[in-house]
């Protein structure tokens, strides 16, 4: 069990997520849909693997992190707002969404950074 909770056992369950999504996206060629890649279905992998890595030293810079992502999403916002003159849910949640990508990936660089150092 301590294995998971390690920083290799995180690598571990992002490279098994990632295998368990490529085979399901090998599995149903025609049914899986066009606009969605095995990226977006990353995400919640790093958010969780970042948060299991709290107990192990990067806690300190969590709260940083979901603070961020919040900023995000609102500048998202404003700027689709400013741009666009108003806010659609499929245009802002695509956006918001590939940001998301980005950004949990850097944050648990960083975090797996801190507990390997």
């Known amino acids: 069990m301590n294995f998971w909770t390690s920083p290799g056992g995180q690598l571990g369950i992002l490279v098994i997520g990632f ?5 399901a996206k090998f599995l149903l060629r025609r049914r899986w849909p066009a606009w969605l890649s095995t990226w977006d279905l990353m995400a919640p992998l790093f958010l969780l693997c970042a948060i299991i890595l709290i107990p192990a030293g990067a806690g300190i810079i969590m709260p940083w992190l979901v603070i961020g992502w919040m900023a995000i999403g609102i500048i998202v916002t404003l700027m689709q707002a400013i741009r666009n003159h108003e806010i659609l849910y ?22 797996f950074l801190l507990v390997i150092s």
């Open 90 to 111: 499929n245009t802002f949640f695509k956006t918001f969404w590939r940001l998301t990508d980005l950004y949990w990936l850097l944050g648990f660089g960083v975090c």
């Open 19 to 23: 295998l368990l999504i490529r085979s």
